[in-house]
């Protein structure tokens, strides 16, 4: 442990800065050079890291050098490795070069632009980057600064989601005459859905009852039945509640399934439900000609969200909204405290983001997405993600060759959701439950798992960043040799 005195605690010297950035830098270059070194799942028990560091914070400052080696050493090991190209749980949390690039940039700036004149090219860099990114996915104008909408960047879906259910529940609430009618309220998704809405609407003061999960199956890919959705609001009106809310989601969770938005949206429509598209993790497919059609309807929502974080090689965090009357958003969601007040923001001629998410202050998230953007170009992008499908297309033909296997709900994109046939149906879910243990457990690759429609699935993601064709190919022979193991086993227990 070192020491210091005041008159040499300078802590942002350039000079110390270039250097020890450089160090971090190497470290993790040599992290990303090394990752398939380690167990992809972490193997750690609950509770270890408090037997490798101190009870209490340092008196004096420790050198990075030192820093670095409690890192490595108690740290890493503690660390699932997202960035492996053998990880293939959960949806990707896509990592690169120039989504670093931007982080250092953002971090180094260290702006807080809650309104235009905190920092003009931070909020004026996000207006043009949701306008870039609308324009890729081919969205109408009403989304888009340019046209009558507009958007934002905020952390995560669960934040969208927040934003836009309170925005929906304020307008609601006018016409209904109070708060005391929150009760009567009724938002709508899926079982498929993912399950940051229910968290959304409960925070908005939806009560959970008024929360209704539409029943999916497998016979239509596990997506949103239009006319289920119908006979729920009509039910609900029966009852003298409100709908509100209607979520569609393109690329569910569980299994990848895509919710028919134009019928939904003429639901939405028929009912006058606010409609938001949830695209979290396939948004970015649209951006290839060949996968924008999954996208018709859009003109019918209210709203739009999708993570570049997720598979767009834009690192954590960041989450595009779009919006066609921002107005609402802003009603719901503004503040006007006299020390921000400002001659620009009382023009009414900028945009104050603070009045367009839950926190006031925000990253400088827009210079990340852009660097990204221009370093790689619209055809790059387009090849990351039709590379990453071409992957999970030959992935599901290698399963579905195998005769042991079974590809429970067709693939659309990048996911491939599979399992282990069982002799019994009731065993199931705790054949395939072992066959995931065995394979994460292996250390070599790592996967989750879903339940659809009462079958225990392993889910198999694709896309992370550093992922090629041999780590997919070799995912499978490990899949194939754990279920060998697995089947002997049970063979000999039964004879």
Known sequence: MGSASKKTFLPLDPTSFTNESKAVIDFIADYYNNIEKYPVQSRVEPGYLSAKLPESAPNCPDSLEDILKDVNDCI???????????????????????G????MLCSGFNVVGFNWISSPAATELESLLVDWMGQMLMLPPSFLFSGTGGGVLHGSTCESAVC??????????????????ITKLVVYASDQTH????????LVGIPPSNFRS????????????????????????????????????????????VDPI??????????KLWLHIDAAYAGSACICPEFRHYLDGVELANSFSMNPHKWFLTNMDCCCLWIKEPKLLVDSLST??????NKASKSKDVVDYKDWQVALSRRFKALKLWIVIRRHGLANLRYHIRT??????????????????????????????LRLKPKHEAEGTELNCKLLDAINSSGRAFMTHAVLGGIYVIRCAIGTTMTEQHHVDALWKLIQEKADVLLMGSDRIKS
């Not at 399950?195 to 409960?202: D, G, I, N």
């Not at 042991?404 to 067709?410: A, L, M, T």
Request: aromatic share 10%; proline share 5%.
């Open 100 to 103: 670093f690039l931007g982080e």
């Open 195 to 202: 399950f940051t809405f229910q968290k959304a609407a409960k």
């Open 214 to 257: 539409i029943e999916t199956s497998r016979a239509t890919r596990f997506s949103m039945s239009p006319e289920k959705v119908r006979i729920a609001i009509e039910d609900d009106i029966k009852l003298g509640l409100v709908p509100l809310y209607l979520c569609a989601t393109l690329g569910t969770t569980p299994c990848g399934a």
């Open 262 to 271: 134009a019928e939904l949206g003429k639901v939405a429509r028929e009912y």
């Open 336 to 341: 006007d405290p006299e020390i921000l007040r």
């Open 164 to 181: 836009t259910l309170a925005a929906a529940r304020d307008e609601a609430l006018k016409e209904l005459g109070g708060w005391e009618n």
């Open 388 to 417: 990453d499908i071409g992957m999970a297309k030959r992935f599901e033909g290698l399963v579905a060759k195998d005769e042991r296997f079974e590809i429970v709900v067709p693939r659309t994109f990048a996911l491939v959701c």
């Open 76 to 98: 890493v090991p503690g660390l699932t490795h997202w960035q492996s190209p053998n990880f293939f749980g959960y949806f990707h949390a896509n990592a690169s070069t120039a």
